[in-house]
């Protein structure tokens, strides 16, 4: 039962951070979302403060990988993945699932992202906790798999890499911003294959030999 309800206070505080901002949440609010009597106190059964609350609550909704856990093991392969959904598939059509894919994981980490992405008020820890656990282990795989489907070739995938997350944020972002549809009417599929045709192109000329173009 004690981790239901912390279960519940968790699902309750990300909602809230989320639409309201850490600071204009109150841990009142937060009981009540949770199910629990309103100015009971019985959130501090559970966590000491609301700081403590946050940090935790984004540690726990970070660490929820499920289907997202293949992606980090070290035998992952983009090109093998795509193998099995797409046999035939372009590095074009590649880029764009992988842009999809990080799509989906914005949208399970959705308080998380209004959270930080408009509330100055965010302890540095908790964005050192996202920095560490999303951010930097996202771009890490993107730059994995820019790697492979370059065959190896030296090029800068890692900044590479930023540039293909910052574009598929920056598309979400806007678009939750707007109420779920994009300011220029832009629809996803649309958005991830601009962005895939353009890292395609990279990809493409980071394969042709030096002299042969």
């Known amino acids: 039962m004690g981790s239901d309800t912390r279960e519940r206070i968790i699902e ?5 951070f989320g639409e309201r901002g850490f600071a204009a949440t109150s841990i009142s609010q937060i009981e009540r979302e949770a ?29 929820d990988r499920s289907e997202w856990e293949a992606f980090l093991a070290p035998e992952f392969s983009i090109t093998a993945m795509m193998e099995s959904l797409a046999p035939g598939g372009s590095i074009t059509d590649t880029l764009v699932t992988l842009c999809h894919i990080g799509m989906a ?5 959705r308080d998380i992202n209004r959270l930080l992405l408009r509330d100055n008020s965010v302890d540095p820890d908790v964005l050192d906790i996202f920095r560490r ?10 730059t994995k798999s820019l790697v492979e489907l370059s065959s190896g070739a030296q090029e800068d995938w890692r900044s590479a890499a930023a540039v293909v997350v910052g574009a598929i944020v920056h598309y979400w972002l806007v678009t939750d911003i707007f109420g779920g549809t994009h300011p220029l009417a832009i629809d996803a599929d649309s958005y991830m294959r601009a962005t895939a045709e353009l890292v395609a192109a990279r990809i493409e000329t980071a394969r042709t030999p030096r002299g042969t173009e």
């Open 12 to 16: 309750a505080a990300l909602k809230l």
């Open 35 to 63: 199910g629990l009597s309103a100015g009971s106190g019985g959130l501090y059964r559970h966590f000491s403060s609301k700081k403590e609350l946050l940090t935790e609550s984004v540690r726990a909704r970070l660490t």
């Open 105 to 109: 994981r914005l949208d399970h980490d």
């Open 133 to 142: 656990d999303e951010y930097e282990l996202i771009t890490s795989v993107v």
